[in-house]
């Protein structure tokens, strides 16, 4: 398996749902499955959570599930083969199910004729498409005029970045497809189309109310949720920076800086950030990527991403395996370049309410490179301090030993984190000499190197870190 410090999520689909192309991925690199609920039926859902576990139990692999909810993803409907629009043409839409032709095509949402206004903007299929709203009765069409042209193709999605949507985050579909993924437990959640933090608790609530273990990934695709950025990283576990939606609904030369800026922001609250969206989209079909993707992928390694996502590329491309390999190369060559590192150091706030706990997992982080440590070895049973310490981005390995198996799939996000499962807390001592033993049995540290561990003390209550200890193997 890779051990990249910088995590791979591989979105899985009929290209990839098969148990032996699932293991070979792995192998290439995949840290985390993406179950897109988008395209997935709750049987298939279940069956690829099956898949993974299984895996997981025969060669000892922790691989992480992140259920993706659709959210208020507006889509057409089926189209006639072969349908082009073209600049100036009238296309109407209907809430009336029906195959659309080049004059009419069916929108699944049915208050999308008293959401939108005349004069503003319709864009279909990732912005390939451009459309100006000219009429709309309010109750069941909308007419537009073509601006831009090209194929209209099946259940497209539709981007409104000028009109205030009236959908909730959470949809009668996502509350069925959440239902399946708590159920099983899945490590992580997607949320789509987050607009506000109160998006975030919304969903924390339902999660609570079930007791699953799952963690929040909001998804930044929406203009709404960039202004409201530090409140939402506050409110949830993790963040993705979905450029395809992003792209569409603000300028497209906005988003790299606000891809940046996300990153930088994440790291200060200790939240990791997956980037995500058209990373290697020519391998769909190529067998490699342009060199413009192969920077992409860097860049985004630079900056500091705990995860980069891969979407079509292995859930319908000709090539799962092969990018999985493309990329893992790509963050490979550049982590050993050791550029890699936070855009500034982010000291604890002093009067935070993990004040003391912060201060050991940010002076862990900077000893270690000072004196060159093999690994950080941390005791966690929520795993908050691998949270804390990859945020700071030290050189060393990160290694999280673990009671809550929970934990130990969810921690596979993290920038440089690897999970293992520990329960023997009899003392002090005796943990810090087993894990030390595990550690070296597992090729991640050589006799002679220096280690930093960090623990509560006493080892067996679960509670504020205030150990730090540096000592060889």
């Known amino acids: 398996m890779s051990l990249n410090k910088t995590k791979i999520v591989a979105t899985l689909g009929p290209a990839s749902g098969d148990k032996k192309t699932m293991k070979k991925m792995v192998l290439a690199g995949v840290n985390v499955f993406r179950i897109n609920f988008s395209h997935s039926s709750h049987e298939d859902a279940e069956k690829l959570i099956k898949t993974i576990r299984a895996l997981n139990e025969e060669n000892e692999w922790n691989i992480a599930i992140l259920a993706d909810l659709q959210g208020p993803k507006l889509r057409i409907g089926v189209v006639e083969d072969g349908v082009v629009i073209a600049p100036g043409d009238v296309l109407t839409f ?122 929040i990934i909001s998804k930044i695709e929406k203009p709404e949720a960039v202004v409201d950025i530090d409140k939402i990283i506050e409110a949830t576990d993790a963040i993705m920076v979905a450029r395809g939606d992003l792209g569409v609904e603000v300028p497209m ?41 192969v920077n992409d992928v860097a860049n985004s390694v630079l900056d500091g991403a705990d995860a980069v996502m891969l979407s079509g590329e292995t859930s319908v491309g000709k090539y799962p395996v092969e990018v999985i390999n493309a990329m893992s190369k790509i963050i490979a060559h550049v982590e050993d370049s050791g550029l890699i590192q936070t855009k500034e150091e982010y000291p604890p706030e002093e009067h935070h309410e993990r004040f003391i706990t912060d201060s050991i997992c940010y002076n862990a982080s900077k000893m270690a490179d000072q004196i060159g440590a093999s690994a950080i070895l941390t005791m966690t049973f929520s ?73 509560s003390m006493p080892i067996q209550d679960a509670g504020t870190t205030n150990m730090l200890k540096i000592s060889t193997i």
């Open 94 to 215: 209907t809430n009336e199910e029906k195959v659309g032709t080049a004059e009419e095509v069916y929108m699944n949402y049915k208050l999308f004729p008293s959401d939108v206004k005349e004069g503003e903007r319709i864009l279909v299929d990732d912005g390939k498409l451009l459309l100006t709203v000219t009429h709309t009765n309010g109750i069941d069409t909308v007419i537009t005029e073509v601006v831009q042209g090209g194929p209209l193709k099946s259940k497209k999605g539709v981007n409104l970045p000028n009109t205030k949507v009236s959908l909730p985050c959470l949809t009668d579909k996502d509350l069925a497809d959440l239902k399946v993924a708590l159920a099983n437990k899945v490590e992580w959640i997607g949320l789509s189309f987050v607009r506000s933090a109160e998006d975030v608790l919304q969903l924390r609530k339902i999660i609570n109310e079930n007791e699953a273990p799952s963690r």
């Open 253 to 293: 030369q906005s988003v790299p800086l606000i891809q940046k800026t996300i990153v930088d922001k994440c790291h200060r609250q200790g939240k990791p950030c997956v980037i995500a969206t058209q990373m290697m989209e020519s391998m769909i079909e190529n067998m490699s990527p342009t060199r413009a993707e």
């Open 383 to 455: 795993g908050y301090t691998g949270f804390r310490i990859s945020s700071h981005r030290p050189s060393t390995n990160i290694v999280v030993f673990t009671a809550n198996r929970s934990i130990l799939n969810m921690v596979s996000l993290i920038w440089g984190v690897r999970g293992f499962y520990y329960d023997n807390m009899e003392s002090t001592d005796a943990t810090f000499a087993d894990i030390k033993r595990i550690v070296k049995e597992k090729g991640i540290v050589q006799e002679g190197d220096m280690i930093i561990k960090i623990a």
